[in-house]
């Protein structure tokens, strides 16, 4: 299975290719890109490194962020806003049994 953003391609695997200490993956990729020159059709394939979150719930990953047992004591409106910024580019899959939803976040998190 891949997961492709664009025209840059991953492997989705359980473990990342590097585990990076402060709680990001990186992950080998390529990226390709068909251009049209004077010869004719050249395909361009280079390798890539990209650093990612890791897959896990949100919950967990808001904890880590956020250095708080939310589930335990709950969010301020100041952990709040700090949540807004941490998730702010992230792409979230919701599941609920056979619906899955994909939402990137944006700039407004309500």
Do not use: W
């Not at 997961?3 to 992950?27: A, I, M, N, T």
């Not at 897959?55 to 969010?75: A, S, V």
């Not at 899959?93 to 700039?107: A, L, P």
């Amino acid at each position: 299975m891949t997961h492709c953003e664009g025209s840059l391609f991953y492997r989705d695997q359980s473990k990342p290719d590097v585990r990076l200490p402060d709680g990001f993956e990186l992950r080998l990729g390529f990226f390709q890109a068909l251009c049209l020159t004077q010869s004719g059709l050249t395909l361009n394939l280079q390798t890539t490194l990209t650093k990612f979150y890791p897959d896990m719930e949100i919950i967990d990953f808001l904890e880590i962020h956020l250095k708080k047992d939310i589930r335990k004591y709950g969010m301020t409106t100041n952990d709040y806003e700090k949540a807004k910024t941490v998730l702010n580019g992230c792409k979230i899959t919701t599941k609920q049994s056979n619906y899955t939803q994909v939402k990137k976040e944006r700039e407004k998190i309500n």
